[in-house]
């Protein structure tokens, strides 16, 4: 029996829950204390700052800012603040602090084309091997970077990495060429252990040329360039300081002067300007020589600025026309052709009115064939100028002689024409 009296004691005693006593009896002393439950909810609010907390590390972690041993804990503010972002800065950045390397890697194999082409397109990776760049040197954070145009225009960073690290701030925004180890390990750029690098001084301070004014960009020009300004069709846009000979024309109230080529299409005429430009008008039909600044703009001549314009004596004597007979032919206003019968080794003139701006001339192969002899301008007092060609056939037989009514300096625009038909015969058969 006493056993079994023991049995309900042992189940008395188990269902008795001792933890629901003590919660009453703490419940009582904390009241009489004075507090409430509530702070033993406390802890949890320090769970929840510590989780805030962490909650920017990821960030840094991923740029590579997070030290060694430091996990759980927040960066220093001058690592983890985002300005790079801010400022549009999309290149790698670096995982140690300055000095990056005191010693550089072994060398590796070279870059092959099209390695290097990948090495410079955005997005791509995996790229390592001996290369060279070319670029612009920035800072950022203070660390060098190499800023590369790649190959779709886009801007690539390559953090400058060895023991030059330190000297390669001072060359910011200079042209800065490296060769080393290249590595691509960031879509938008990646690093370069420098064996070798050379940088030049920016543009800047290069292109900043004081302006030269005009006059003091000319030059004289050389003997030969004066010859080969007196031909046609070269030497076009030249200008500087030259002496030039030539006979000289009036044509309405400008003067010019012929160098070469005279009464035929390929002449060459340059108009008088400036002060000694004055009256010409006494050496008209003179050799004249102009000393001053010389502008060829077209193929067929262009303008001097005379200081000094004299008068020279003719080189070669003119034709006696008294020892000649000389058949005259005057242009006429219908613009038909007229004919003539020419002695043979004897003279023949033509005289047609010009126009202002424009000046008569032949073919040069025509003043050849016809013996062209002397071209004149004569100025009556009242009326237009008439220019006078005087030819010496010496060739018999029928021959057409044409003319063109051209611009001074562009015989080729042609505003009329005019044909003379000579019968050269010889003296024995015209009489």
């Keep these: 029996m006493a056993k079994k009296k023991a049995k309900p004691a042992a189940a008395k005693k188990k269902a008795k829950p001792a933890p629901q006593k003590k919660p009453a009896r703490a419940a009582k002393v904390l009241k009489a204390k004075g507090k409430v439950a509530k702070p033993a909810k406390a802890p949890k609010p320090p769970k929840a700052t510590k989780v805030a907390r962490v909650e920017p590390v990821p960030e840094p972690v991923k740029a590579g800012k997070v030290p060694k041993g430091t996990k759980g804990q927040v960066p220093p503010p001058a690592v983890s603040a985002p300005p790079r972002r801010a400022d549009g800065w999309l290149g790698p950045m670096p995982d140690k602090p300055m000095p990056r390397s005191t010693k ?36 950022y954070q203070g660390f060098p970077y190499l800023e590369v145009i790649g190959r779709d225009k886009r801007e690539l960073w390559f953090l400058l990495q060895g023991p030059d690290q330190e000297v390669l701030p001072a060359y910011a925004d200079h042209k800065v ?38 006059a003091a960009k000319l030059r004289l020009l050389s003997p030969g360039e004066v010859a080969t300004i007196a031909n046609p069709g070269m030497s076009v846009g030249v200008k500087g300081f030259a002496t030039l000979r030539g006979r000289l024309e009036m044509n309405a109230d400008e003067y010019y002067l012929v160098v070469s080529n005279p009464g ?41 600025v005379c200081e000094i314009c004299e008068p020279r004596a003719p080189e070669y004597p003119p034709v006696a026309r008294e020892s000649i007979e000389v058949i005259e032919v005057e242009a006429s206003g219908t613009g038909q052709a007229r004919e003539a019968n020419v002695k043979l080794n004897h003279g023949l003139t033509v005289k047609l009115p010009e126009k202002q701006g424009h000046v008569w001339a032949i073919e040069p192969q025509t003043a050849k064939r016809v013996s062209l002899r002397e071209v004149s301008v004569n100025h ?40 003379v038909i000579a019968h050269v015969k010889s003296p024995e058969v015209v009489s």
């Design 380 to 419: 009556p007092s009242s009326g237009s100028p008439v220019r006078e060609f005087f030819f010496t056939p010496r060739n018999p037989g029928l021959q057409e002689i044409e003319f063109f009514l051209g611009k001074v300096h562009n015989p080729m625009q042609v505003a009329r024409t005019f044909k």
């Design 177 to 214: 060429s490296v060769s080393g180890l290249v590595k691509r390990f960031h879509n938008y750029g990646g690093s370069v252990d420098v064996r070798k690098y050379s940088a030049k001084k920016p543009e800047a301070e290069v292109v900043a040329v004081v302006e030269v004014p005009e």
């Design 104 to 139: 550089l890697p072994p060398e590796a194999n070279l870059l092959t084309k099209r390695e290097m082409e990948q090495a410079l397109t955005v997005g791509e990776r995996g790229v390592i091997g001996e290369g060279s760049m070319k670029g612009k040197l920035v800072l």
């Design 264 to 304: 035929t299409r390929q002449q060459v005429a340059f108009t008088l300007e400036g002060k000694a430009s004055k009256g010409l008008k006494k050496f008209i039909g003179e050799i004249v020589v102009a000393t001053g600044v010389v502008e060829k703009s077209t193929g067929w001549g262009g303008r001097i």
